[in-house]
């Protein structure tokens, strides 16, 4: 499968994998471990300096980014515009503790961005990325917390 496009018939949560990035060890930990009981294949960044490095070593596609908006350094958004640059079909999902209104002001609450505000579940993780990601194929939510 080309690093660049997506499955798109009969995929598993474990053909699939996601990128996590997150400066907050907790939250990172909480939503690798929720990708992992769900059977999807993880990468986890503590920043997006080390998001753009472990992407750039890693040889076989990532379908997915989960990063917080917020991070020291390179927030979500820039994470994001520099990955599709590797990886152009690359899907991402933001999650933020912040309002919409401050959202708005760091570019990331127009129409096209995926969005979870913190604090979530894992059936709620799983139903956002169901909805906003059609064509990776994810199973049903179920009602877990």
């Known amino acids: 499968?080309?690093?660049n496009r997506l499955p798109n018939d009969g995929t598993r949560a474990r053909d699939l994998t996601v990128l996590v990035a997150d400066d907050e060890p907790e939250v990172l930990e909480v939503v690798v471990e929720f990708?992992?009981?769900?059977?999807?294949?993880?990468?986890q960044a503590k920043d997006g300096a080390e998001a753009l490095r472990l992407a750039g070593e890693f040889p076989d596609p990532i379908h997915l980014l989960v990063t917080d908006v917020q991070m020291p350094g390179m927030n979500?958004?820039?994470?994001?515009e520099r990955l599709r640059l590797q990886r152009p079909a690359i899907k991402v999902l933001f999650m933020s503790g912040y309002t919409c209104d401050e959202l708005?002001?760091?570019?990331?609450?127009?129409?096209e961005v995926a969005l979870l505000l913190k604090p979530f579940s894992s059936s709620e993780l799983i139903g956002k990325m169901r909805e906003s990601f059609p064509s990776l194929n994810l199973p049903e939510p179920t009602s877990q917390k």
């Open 1 to 3: 499968m080309n690093a």
């Open 35 to 43: 990708l992992r009981l769900k059977g999807f294949q993880t990468i």
């Open 76 to 80: 979500g958004r820039e994470l994001a």
């Open 104 to 111: 708005s002001l760091q570019g990331v609450r127009d129409a």
